[in-house]
Structures are given as C-alpha cells and as structure tokens.
Nanobody, 114 residues
Framework: QVHLVESGGGLVQAGGSLTLSCAAS????????IGWYRQAPGKQRALVAY???????YYADSLKGRFTISRDNRKNTVYLQMNSLKYEDTAVYYC????????WGQGTQVTVSS
C-alpha cells in the first residue's frame, strides 16, 4: 500500500498562498490517482482536487482558478498550490489515493486569518 504524508500547512493571512506536499513512501505513487481532501471544523471531509497518472486534473467547482494540483513522480510527491486563500479555506488537508477510504494520514492544518 502507498503510504502518504502531508506537509506544508500553516497560518496565512487571507489573500496569501501556501503549497502543500503529499509525499509517498513504501511504494511509488506513479501508478495512482491522488486526491487532496479537506475537512473544516464541524464538516465532513470533502474532495478538493485529484490528479491522474497522466497529469489530468479535476477540481471542486468552488476552487477552480485558485488551487492547482501537480505531481512530480521523480520525487514521489503530489502538490497542492493554493492562492488567494480565504477564511473558509481553513481546514485540515489530507491526501490519499483517490477512491480509497482508509489509510488516511494525519493531515496538515491550514488556517487562514481574516
């Protein structure tokens, strides 16, 4: 099983940017569709974006134009570039193999101050 670890979260002012990393260990993620998800306080975890093995991407409608997902298979890492951050982007962000509902990591906290 691919084991994924998220990093890069932090505290940022509204309008700022952050780049999250999702690093794989134990196996290559080259052959996996990888998704970024987030869970805001009091809400269910929701899909943010995913990236296919060939680089095709999908974004939640509300995030198009602000978030960019990418992958570097040589580094065994998937990234989430987040720009123009809003208070409502505050959440714990997770990555996982798309469609897999187990083996969730600890996530990385993103806090956007208004």
């Amino acid at each position: 099983q691919v084991h994924l670890v998220e990093s890069g979260g932090g505290l940022v002012q509204a309008g700022g940017s952050l780049t999250l990393s999702c690093a794989a260990s134990g196996s290559t993620l080259s052959f996996s569709v990888i998704g970024w998800y987030r869970q805001a306080p009091g809400k269910q975890r929701a899909l943010v974006a995913y990236i296919g093995t060939g680089g095709s991407t999908y974004y939640a409608d509300s995030l198009k134009g602000r978030f960019t997902i990418s992958r570097d298979n040589r580094k065994n890492t998937v990234y989430l570039q987040m720009n123009s951050l809003k208070y409502e982007d505050t959440a714990v962000y997770y990555c996982n193999v798309y469609g897999r509902d187990n083996f969730w990591g600890q996530g990385t906290q993103v806090t956007v101050s208004s």
